[in-house]
């Protein structure tokens, strides 16, 4: 499309692959119970959101184990096993990844991940990850979407103006972040409704 995006910037956890805490502690608490009460209670996605935002995971689990003991050893299990949180592939989309690739579309990821857990999750996938061009990784930045200024620094970073730039990620908020920072920015839903996108985009 003339004068269109030329350009895709991914988010990865539930767009690229799918992600939640159960994936890892399911195969840890048996009841399923406890297990809900686990998450919920103790070890949130609100307490993992630190990580995105640059803490270091040996503070935030001794801060929870201290409040927590009982669940000690659960609690120090996330961080070395993290990639366990990740549930594979969301269907069709790294098949999408490889056919811009293939077509010579930049791409590039802006994700909220910890600095500490994202290395040993790339090099599970590096023949993916290798195809985009360059990453930023909140956790190394120390700022967290839906913040500005972390769009700002992913469109400095991959030398893009925001009008070049299709961004795509499944959290609401994060897309209207993107929006007006003046990103072409597309929620996501499935594979399907993204390819379609970008066949309006005139990228597929």
Do not use: C
Not at 112 to 121: K, V
Not at 133 to 150: N, Q, T
Request: no cysteine; hydrophobic share 50%; net charge negative.
């Amino acid at each position: 499309m003339a004068g269109g995006p030329h350009a895709v910037i991914f988010d990865i956890g539930n767009v690229l692959f799918r992600w939640h805490p159960r994936f890892l502690y399911e195969r840890l608490i048996d009841d399923d119970r406890a297990l809900d009460a686990f998450l919920r209670d103790v070890l949130t996605q609100e307490w993992h959101f630190q990580h995105d935002a640059g803490r270091p995971f040996a503070e935030t689990s001794a801060e929870l184990i201290a409040e927590y003991p009982d669940h000690a050893e659960l609690i120090a299990a996330w961080g070395p096993r993290f990639s366990e949180s990740i549930g594979g592939p969301v269907p069709g989309m790294l098949e999408i990844v490889r056919e811009l690739d293939s077509a010579g579309v930049p791409l590039f990821a802006l994700t909220n991940f910890s600095g500490e857990f994202f290395p040993p999750f790339r090099s599970q996938w590096s023949e993916l990850f290798d195809r985009f061009r360059d990453i930023v990784v909140s956790g190394d930045e120390r700022l967290v979407k839906p913040d500005p200024a972390i769009y700002a620094l992913a469109l400095d970073r991959f030398a893009l103006s925001a009008g070049e730039a299709l961004f795509v990620d499944d959290n609401p908020a994060n897309v209207d972040a993107a929006a007006k920072a003046g990103i072409h920015a597309v929620p996501f839903t499935d594979a399907a409704a993204f390819r379609a996108e970008l066949e309006r985009a005139g990228l597929l």
